[in-house]
């Protein structure tokens, strides 16, 4: 499986972007998807998760409330929806996919990462 996520950019802090994440091949819509971020100086650290069949979604506690996974089998893409985004959202996102769903928080459960797409929210 190969991602290329999109969507990054410059907003002010209260705007809203949407990140895509561009799956190759077939077997991506049995995969767990998951977008991570890591901002300057930190860690990659999880933002969301959505099951393969997008009936199961979960997300970071920073989050929650403001961001939106979602997907479309149909096209094999990932979406994170965000809004009222703030300064502290800044960070490269990635998108990640893994076979199952196991550990969904943790960077190293998943396989296949995309290149990432750098989000920067000004004050």
């Known amino acids: 499986v190969q991602l290329q996520a999109s969507g990054g950019g410059l907003v002010q802090a209260g705007g809203s972007l949407r990140l895509s994440c561009a799956a190759s091949?077939?077997?991506?819509?049995?995969?767990?998807a998951g977008w991570f971020r890591q901002g300057p100086g930190k860690e990659r650290e999880f933002v969301a998760y959505?099951?393969?069949?997008?009936?199961?979604?979960y997300y970071a506690d920073s989050v929650k409330g403001r961001f939106t996974i979602s997907r479309d089998n149909a096209k094999y893409t990932v979406h994170l929806q965000m809004s009222s985004l703030k300064p502290e959202d800044t960070a490269v996102y990635y998108c990640?996919?893994?076979?199952?769903?196991?550990?969904?928080?943790?960077?190293?459960?998943?396989?296949?990462w995309g290149q990432g797409t750098l989000v920067t929210v000004s004050s």
């Open positions: 959505i099951n393969w069949s997008g009936s199961g979604t």
């Open positions: 091949g077939r077997t991506f819509n049995s995969y767990s």
């Open positions: 990640a996919a893994q076979f199952g769903g196991h550990d969904y928080r943790r960077p190293n459960a998943y396989g296949y």
